[in-house]
């Protein structure tokens, strides 16, 4: 069975740092690209990064660009999000999903549950 | 960026009867070369992550119940819904993952009538 299972969601300033994680389960981590995807309370869903299998390509939405990193250890099946200079309008639940392929141009067919990055003073 | 658009934003339904959404992108999502559209569904229950319905607009993941069905190409999409139950109360929202950024819908809330 896939699990995803975020972790690292709290409470932050504005300005802040925050490093969000996903342990996979269920499948074989490395064959796969993964996506983190957002959702602000009450909103709809946004796609925020893309990293495929072997962590050479990445991609982020211009939101974020700049300021959050996407990595993974393939020894680790962790995903990451690495989140700088975070704003108020970066509140939102953030979903680890996994992709169908190894590189872009892949649906997301399993998401975690969650976790909540609120950004306030 | 390619921008995806929903119709209706909300939804009220008999139960037993038709669910028709419909989800427009503002560039097609059709790759000539393999005959594929790049477009998504999914469906978000309250207070739970999205899961996903449909890939290909019209390939149902397994386990999905067949009442579900995705249709259209190019630019133009529909999820169908062809006999409401109470457990499809959600919100649906389409995604192409032709082009990055892979923009979701604005989403559509269907509740029971």
């Known amino acids: 069975e896939v699990q995803l299972v975020e972790s690292g969601g709290v409470v932050v300033h504005p300005g802040g740092s925050l490093r969000l994680s996903c342990a996979a389960s269920g499948f074989t981590f490395d064959d796969y690209a993964m996506y983190w995807v957002r959702q602000a309370p009450g909103k709809g869903l946004e796609w925020v990064s893309l990293i495929n299998w072997d962590g050479n390509s990445t991609y982020y939405a211009e939101s974020v660009k700049g300021r959050f990193t996407i990595s993974r250890d393939n020894s680790k099946n962790s995903l990451y999000l690495q989140m700088n200079s975070l704003r108020t309008e970066d509140t939102a639940f953030y979903y680890c999903a996994k992709a169908d392929c190894s590189s872009t141009s892949c649906y997301l067919d399993y998401w975690g549950q969650g976790t909540l990055v609120t950004v306030s003073s | 960026d390619i921008v995806m658009t929903q119709s209706p934003d909300s939804l009220a339904v008999s139960l037993g009867e038709r669910a028709t959404i419909n989800c427009k992108s503002s560039?097609?999502?059709?790759?000539?070369?393999?005959?594929?559209?790049?477009l998504a569904w999914y469906q978000q229950k309250p207070g739970q992550p999205p899961k996903l319905l449909i890939s290909?607009?019209?390939t149902r993941k397994s386990g999905v119940p067949d009442r579900f069905s995705g249709s259209g190409s190019g630019t133009d999409f529909t999820l169908t819904i062809s006999s409401l139950q109470a457990e499809d109360v959600a919100v649906y929202y389409c995604q192409q993952y032709y082009f990055t950024p892979y923009t979701f819908g604005q989403g559509t809330k269907l509740e029971v009538k």
């Open positions: 290909w607009a019209s």
């Open positions: 560039q097609s999502v059709l790759y000539n070369s393999n005959n594929k559209n790049y």
